[in-house]
């Protein structure tokens, strides 16, 4: 199966503010590291999750992807050929056949705009429609596709006249009325009722399954993650120290801030009396990177070796790589 999407060493690390007098006189600047050398490779028609804590750069990796943000190193494939700001011609297809499903429905749409222009910019930016009714047309389809039924009833209304499962429905119209082959998914059902997420889900994996979309899902829970997903990234302060099969993550993950991830996920009556593991503290700031395993003053585990030596991202079985010094 080939690879849609292919991730060489991605870095994003941005300037931090360290007071007036410091950025004034210091000769040298302060770091931000929100995503520090990762390597990924999301093949046609999969949907990789990536899951970690909130600050361990998943929506950074999602809008560094789509050359969204800032990439201070690295290389970007898609359909195997490299997507860069000198690549025009590439970076115009890029834009079209890569797409972003963002958080927040609520935010996310012009509250002046009505349902049918925002669906339709992406076509009129790009110029591929010629005519009204052309745009019309598309709209309508793509509406559809989504789950607004008739399309017709919610084309000339405004965003705040609909719920939040509808305009997350249009938002996900948006996205696919360019017919993507990659779509970034952050969070997408998080601000939706529980009673909402199922359906929202279910139709990001019947674009799949009818379309061959590719999916990077961006979630802090890993349970949701391992219900659509076909593989999970676990992603901690810019680095993925695990990934593998959603099973295998879900069921015998070996890196500890995995466990921990595990070990809290929502589980069946007779499985409560399960050790849980919980950690302490809270993720180190981007800034100030722990030397060795940035893991490593938060594992219960740890040794003097975690504590000055970084771990590689090793291949452990067959699609299953870990960044432990444990394992």
């Not at 950074?60 to 190193?73: D, I, M, N, V």
């Amino acid at each position: 199966m080939t690879n849609v999407v292919e991730v060489k060493n991605l870095k994003v690390h941005f300037d931090g503010y360290q007071g007036f007098l410091k950025d004034f006189f210091s000769k040298e600047k302060k770091l931000i590291k929100a995503v520090d050398g990762i390597d990924l490779e999301i093949k046609k028609g999969e949907i990789v999750s990536l899951v970690g804590e909130s600050g361990s750069g998943k929506t950074t990796t999602g809008k560094a992807l789509l050359s969204l943000t800032h990439q201070s190193e690295g290389e970007i494939l898609f359909e195997g050929e490299s997507v860069s700001q000198k690549n025009k011609k590439a970076m115009k297809l890029f834009r079209q056949k890569a797409q972003m499903i963002y958080q927040d429905p609520y935010q996310s749409l012009n509250p002046r705009n009505m349902i049918l222009d925002i669906v339709a910019e992406p076509l009129v930016v790009n110029k591929l429609v010629t005519s009204e009714q052309e745009k019309k047309e598309r709209v309508i389809q793509a509406l559809e596709s989504a789950g607004i039924k008739p399309a017709e009833r919610f084309m000339y209304k405004y965003p705040h006249e609909l719920s939040g499962g509808q305009r997350q429905r249009v938002v996900i119209a948006s996205a696919l009325i360019l017919n993507p082959s990659f779509i970034v998914a952050d969070e997408p059902v998080s601000m939706l009722d529980v009673s909402i997420r199922a359906d929202i889900l279910k139709l990001m994996v019947e674009q799949r399954d009818e379309k061959g979309i590719s999916y990077l899902l961006i979630t802090h829970d890993l349970s949701l993650a391992w219900l659509i997903s076909d593989r999970i990234a676990i992603m901690y302060l810019g680095k993925i120290v695990e990934i593998g099969d959603a099973e295998l993550i879900a069921g015998s993950c070996m890196h500890p801030y995995s466990k921990a991830l595990v070990s809290v996920m929502p589980v069946p009556r007779k499985m409560k009396n399960r050790e849980r593991i919980i950690l302490k503290g809270e993720t180190p700031n981007p800034g100030r990177i722990p030397t060795g395993c940035r893991f490593h003053p938060r594992c219960p585990a740890a040794t003097d070796r975690c504590k000055t030596e970084e771990p590689a991202l090793k291949e452990v079985d067959s699609g299953h790589y870990v960044a432990c010094h444990l394992v």
